[in-house]
């Protein structure tokens, strides 16, 4: 009697760490930011600038100093609940 051959099919595990949620363009979105490790905010650079009350510039330096967290998309989007402590420290 021939035995018959079975092939084992390989288990692959996958775990979602990132959500993005797109909306209209001038609104904030609700996303995964990898820093705070929970979903928050997040907006456009020049938004975040208003709401800081500071220059785009100075947003991307506090992005440099690692001080406001950001994600990368097919737009560049900045963590608001990290925004307030960034200005602080600025």
Not at 13 to 22: H, M
Request: contains cysteine.
């Amino acid at each position: 009697m021939k035995r018959k051959r079975t092939r084992k099919t390989p288990e692959i595990e996958l775990e979602a760490r990132e959500v993005f949620l797109a909306s209209a363009k001038d609104k904030a979105v609700i996303a995964w930011c990898p820093e705070c490790a929970k979903q928050t905010a997040m907006d456009s650079p020049e938004r975040a600038a208003r709401l800081a009350g500071n220059s785009v510039r100075t947003i991307y330096r506090w992005v440099e100093t690692s001080d406001l967290h950001f994600i990368e998309t097919p737009r560049l989007l900045f963590c608001l609940a990290s925004l307030p402590e960034a200005a602080g420290r600025n």
